[in-house]
């Protein structure tokens, strides 16, 4: 059987070459061919690895098929990968491939009691850490092996410190060997200084540029800043700090006139009932940039003063499909319903990935807003990360004044389905997110 792939180079075949570890983590930039590279191993070991149980997963069984299963389909074809839907089994060569999502803390007990022989881990930082322990602990299989992939996560994340740090064989992102397989082998199982059976390979964007259209490497390059461009172009395990819209800049983008719009996306809901309520209009201009059109800041009052402040609002500055609510507000959203507006949705609430869209946009020069919009204009350079949470290894927002700033995140990251065909962003892939009333 032949693979129809290029054949690998550079960093791809470097650690294709040593990847000689019962896990074997492939991290680092986004594009930078780590799947690729990490998949055809996999698919090697699928085929001539030792008998027993093997489990493909990730944060969901639906990013596993799409990441992971559909790539491997594109490369043997279809009669060779079979998808047994609604089974959670892939067919790999006559072989099947136990498919799990693991999106939360319950799920180790998915994998719990079960031997396996193998296993590949999409996006491992992702996951809980109580699932990727129980994971590394059921390969009992003699010849048992793993390969797993991830972008960078600040350097306390937890993934870093106690697997990728602990690593007995690194190359790192320039390309140099960090050889501790000595100490492996020479000191007792136990030993503080022993390093890990695992081998870890970093890689950059630009370690893939020979495979990527010159276009798309310079236009991925520039969507990024600061915190950004360094985790998803450089590789780096990069602290959260300072500003997170450090590429917010009033002169470029607030705009005192609007282009006709084609669509009035949705508007999104930060509801407070001792804190301020904000929403945020988004819309689609007839140029596919996104704009925020009009801010609601209501005063205090009841959730059917709200609802009735909100109609007030929707018939000064336009209607939208769709109103995304903070999904904590499960109250409001039923005062909607009972007051006949129309599709009334739970705002997305990934907040990294939020963020990462939002920062993305407006890197590139794809969202503006109203001049109008007061209180989100004060609010995004005041956005900063919470510094003590970062040397956890935890990623997240200072929450003080934050309700215009995450008015705007449910609007854009949950009306991204009706805005994505005009404006590309496939580095931030939250596809898997169920939206619903």
Known sequence: MTLSVTPLQGKALLAAQNSCGRLNIYEGSVRAGKTMGSLIEWVRFVRTGPAGNLLMTGRTERTVINNLVLPIQDMLGTHRVKILRGLGIVQICGRPVLLIGANNEEARTKIQGITLAGAYVDEASTLPESYWNMLTSRLSVRGATLWATC??????????????????????????????????????????????????????????????????????????????????????????????YDMFDPDRHVVTELPQMQALLGCGVDYGVTNATRGELISLGVDNNL?????????????????????????????????????????????????????????NNKVLDGIG?????????????????????????????????????????????????????????????????????????????????
């Open 151 to 244: 972008n960078p996560e600040g350097p306390r994340h937890w993934f870093k410190l106690n697997w990728l740090d602990k690593a007995m064989l690194w190359i790192d992102r320039h390309g140099t060997f960090h050889d501790r397989r000595a100490d492996y082998a020479e000191l007792p199982e136990g030993h503080p200084d022993r390093p890990i059976n695992l081998v870890r390979v970093s890689f950059t964007l630009d370690d893939n540029a020979h495979n990527l259209d010159p276009e798309f490497v310079a236009s991925t390059k520039a969507m990024y800043t600061g915190l950004w461009y360094k985790r998803m172009i450089l590789g780096e395990w990069s602290l959260a700090e300072g500003a997170i």
């Open 291 to 347: 704009y925020v059109v009009a801010e609601w800041a209501p005063g205090p009052g009841t959730e059917a003063e709200r609802s009735a402040s909100l109609a007030e609002f929707y018939r000064t500055a336009g209607e939208p499909d769709r109103t995304f609510v903070d999904p904590a507000a499960a109250g409001f959203r039923r005062q909607l319903l009972a007051d006949h507006f129309e599709q009334i949705l739970k705002g």
């Open 357 to 437: 869209v939002i920062a993305s946009l407006l890197t590139a020069g794809r969202l503006f807003i109203h001049d109008s919009c007061t209180e989100l204009i004060g609010e995004l350079p005041n956005y900063v990360w919470d510094t003590k949470k970062s040397e956890k290894g935890e990623d997240a927002p200072i929450k003080v004044d934050d309700h215009a700033v995450d008015a705007l995140r449910y609007g854009v990251l949950t009306s991204r389905p009706w805005w994505q065909p005009y404006i590309d962003l496939t580095m931030h892939d939250t596809t898997d997110e169920e939206v619903a009333a």
